[in-house]
């Protein structure tokens, strides 16, 4: 059974930064993908970024350049550096897998505790 704890989440003042962090347990990890979602009241869950198992990146638009996604296999953590923070990026943020084995695959979503993000201006 997928189990992700997330941590790091505060209110902040816009531009300030947050350092948001994810231990997972009960998979591979080393061969999952790994990343962030995020839901904002009346907003749908909405990809933030992916570590791909290779280590390779993904950022939505909204948020290249100010965000760093990164990930220790050692540790099966991930790390999400949120700098020049918005009022926009306000938002529950959610860590979530992406891998199949022989029997399914695990989707990513907004499924877990997650940890809020308030940016007040």
């Known amino acids: 059974e997928v189990h992700v704890v997330e941590s790091g989440g505060d209110s902040v003042q816009a531009g300030g930064s947050l350092r948001l962090s994810c231990t997972a347990s009960?998979?591979?990890?080393?061969?999952?993908?790994m990343g962030w979602y995020r839901q904002a009241p009346e907003n749908e869950c909405e990809l933030v970024s992916i570590i791909n198992s290779d280590g390779s990146t993904l950022y939505t638009d909204s948020v290249k350049g100010r965000f760093t996604i990164s990930r220790d296999n050692a540790k099966n953590t991930v790390t999400l550096q949120m700098n020049s923070l918005k009022e926009e990026d306000t938002a529950v943020y959610y860590c979530t897998a992406r891998f199949c084995t022989s029997e399914h695959c695990y989707v990513p979503g907004c499924r877990s505790q997650g940890t809020l993000v308030t940016v007040s201006s």
């Open positions: 009960g998979f591979t990890f080393d061969d999952s993908d």
